[in-house]
């Protein structure tokens, strides 16, 4: 059963930290800033390299999520959660034509 939106994932296994559970992960605004890509390899994110994604993705989550945490998540969360990020920064998740496209 897919559990993502357009922002975020609800995960298969929720990660406990300082007694909560976390059972929601979305990705932020902060992604719309360039600055959330600083020493990135932008090929490297939109392939889904791991390491790059570990880093881009305890920049841009609420709640907030170290690295550690995030290698720590189940896998499937891990990597709907990558798609998630790399789909919004590709413009995958809008659905239509940009307006260049559509005046030429």
């Known amino acids: ?3 993502t939106s357009e922002r975020g994932v609800k995960l298969t296994q929720p990660i406990e930290r300082g007694g909560e559970k976390i059972t929601y992960v ?9 600055g959330s890509l600083r020493d990135l390899s932008l090929s490297d994110v939109l392939n889904l390299k791991a390491e790059s994604m570990f880093t881009l993705l305890s920049r841009v989550t ?36 940009n307006e260049q496209a559509t005046e030429a």
């Open 1 to 3: 059963m897919k559990e």
């Open 26 to 34: 979305e990705i932020t605004g902060a992604i719309e800033q360039a």
């Open 62 to 97: 609420s709640p907030r999520l170290d690295e550690v945490t995030i290698k720590k998540m189940a896998s499937r969360d891990f990597i709907q959660l990558c798609v998630v990020a790399v789909n919004f920064l590709s413009g995958a998740d809008s659905g239509g034509k």
